[in-house]
C-alpha cells in the first residue's frame, strides 16, 4: 500500500463513504451466521480479458473493514489478465471480509472496465502521435478513481476541474458574444489574479479556427464533431501552432481515423461515462474447507 495516490483524502472519504453506504447499521447477514474469530481466505478471480485496475484501492476497502486483513496481489494494477487469472489473495477474518467484499468489487470492476476501455483505444492509435485523454463525464464523486484508472489502461488524463484549466466551450463564446470577446476577457481574469494555467478554445467548423488563430495566449484548440477532411484542413492550417484535440462522437470505429488526421488528442467521454464493468469475483473458503 505505497501508492501516493492511496494517501490522497479523496479516495479515503469515498471509501468510508461507499463502506456506510452498503454497510448501514451492520452486515446483519454475518452477525448472524458466522462467529467473530472464524477465519477466511478469498481469491479475486478475473472472468473476461482486460486490465485490471484498483487491486490497491480493494486493498484498501478491506483495511477500513478490519486492519488485520491482508490482501496479497497476484498481478499489477495496469497489467493484462485474462479468464481463470488470479487478481488477488485475501486473509483474514470472515466477517470483514464479507464486509468489504461489494464495495471492493465495485471499485475494482468499475476501474478495471475503464482500464480495459482506454488500452483499446490507445492501441487503435498506435504508431501515431495522437494520445487518448477522458473528459469529466464521470461518475459523480468518483472522479479521482474513474481518472486513475485512465491511467492505468495507458491514456491521458484531461482537466480535472472546472479550475485547473480553461476551456471555452461553445457556451461561454455565446454567452460573450464570440470567440475573441471570451479569449480576452479570460485572459484579462487571469492577469487580474495572477492565475497562470493553459487556454483551449472549442471551435466547431474552420471559421472559428481561423479566429483562432488570431488570439494571443492560447494553448490548444478542440475541434469539436469535425469530420476527418474538415480535421486535416484544420491540421494544415494551425500548421504547429497550437495543441490540438479532437471530440465528439469518437469510437473504436473510427478513432484510428481521426488519429491519422495529425492531431495531438483525442478526447473519449465513453472512457468514463458508459464503461462496461470487467467481471471479476471474489470467491471465499474458511481454513479447512
Not at 481521426?258 to 470467491?283: C, E, F, W
Request: negative net charge; aromatic residues 4%; charged residues 25%.
Amino acid at each position: 500500500m505505497t501508492s501516493e495516490v492511496l494517501v490522497d483524502s479523496r479516495i479515503s472519504r469515498l471509501i468510508e463513504l461507499a463502506l456506510m453506504e452498503d454497510i448501514g447499521l451492520g452486515d446483519l447477514t454475518s452477525e448472524a451466521t458466522i462467529p467473530d474469530d472464524q477465519l477466511g481466505k478469498g481469491e479475486f478471480l478475473c472472468k473476461e480479458e482486460g486490465i485490471v485496475a484498483g487491486l490497491e484501492v480493494a486493498g484498501l476497502v478491506f483495511q477500513y473493514c478490519d486492519q488485520s486483513i491482508t490482501l496479497s496481489p497476484e498481478r499489477e494494477d495496469g497489467s493484462f489478465v485474462s479468464p481463470g487469472q488470479i487478481l488477488a489473495r485475501l486473509d483474514g477474518k470472515t466477517k470483514g471480509i464479507l464486509r468489504g467484499e461489494r464495495t471492493a468489487l465495485n471499485f475494482l470492476q468499475r476501474m478495471s472496465g475503464i482500464a480495459t476501455t482506454t488500452r483499446k483505444y490507445v492501441e487503435a492509435v498506435a504508431g501515431t502521435n495522437a494520445k487518448i485523454v477522458d473528459t469529466r463525464k464521470t461518475a459523480p464523486g468518483l472522479r479521482v478513481l474513474d481518472k486513475w484508472a485512465v491511467r492505468l489502461g495507458g491514456g491521458t488524463n484531461h482537466r480535472f476541474g472546472l479550475d485547473d484549466m480553461i476551456l471555452i466551450k461553445e457556451n461561454h463564446i455565446a454567452a460573450a458574444g464570440g470567440i475573441t470577446e471570451a479569449v480576452e476577457r479570460c485572459q484579462r481574469y487571469l492577469e487580474e489574479r495572477s492565475i497562470t494555467i493553459s487556454i483551449e478554445v472549442e471551435t466547431r467548423n474552420l471559421s472559428e479556427v481561423r479566429e483562432v488563430l488570431t488570439c494571443s495566449g492560447i494553448k490548444r484548440v478542440m475541434l469539436d464533431n469535425f469530420s476527418p477532411d474538415e480535421m486535416r484542413r484544420a491540421v494544415e492550417l494551425i500548421n504547429h501552432r497550437l495543441e490540438i484535440e479532437a471530440s465528439g462522437g469518437i469510437t473504436l470505429h473510427n478513432v484510428r481515423t481521426i488519429a491519422v488526421t495529425g492531431v495531438d488528442y483525442i478526447s473519449v467521454g465513453a472512457l468514463t461515462h458508459s464503461v462496461k464493468a470487467l467481471d471479476i469475483s471474489l470467491d471465499l473458503s474458511h481454513p479447512g474447507s
